[in-house]
């Protein structure tokens, strides 16, 4: 699977009043510093110590808003 991965920060800055409220991304942990990363499905995770864990999903025209924002492109985490 595809990912950008980003800080919380960026990801605050993405995200619509319609998906996950920015005011309840610190309730799951998510800090301006925190990395972040979205897959091609709009799947938001936050990197915990030992894992990744999804916390929720972005939606509509997602992917040309992280692209725009982060100036990056869908890659392999591996990659």
């Known amino acids: 699977m595809k990912f950008i991965e980003m800080t919380g920060k960026v990801l605050a800055d993405i ?3 319609d998906e996950i409220h920015a005011p309840s991304l610190p309730e799951v942990g998510v800090t301006d510093e925190t ?3 979205v897959n091609q499905q709009g799947d938001i995770e936050i990197r915990l110590p ?3 864990d999804v916390i ?3 939606l509509g025209n997602y ?5 725009r924002r ?3 492109d ?6």
């Open 35 to 37: 990395v972040v990363r």
């Open 56 to 58: 929720g999903g972005l």
């Open 63 to 67: 992917e040309a808003r992280i692209k």
């Open 15 to 17: 995200v619509r009043d």
């Open 50 to 52: 030992d894992r990744w």
């Open 70 to 72: 982060t100036g990056l």
């Open 74 to 79: 869908w890659v392999h985490p591996c990659e």
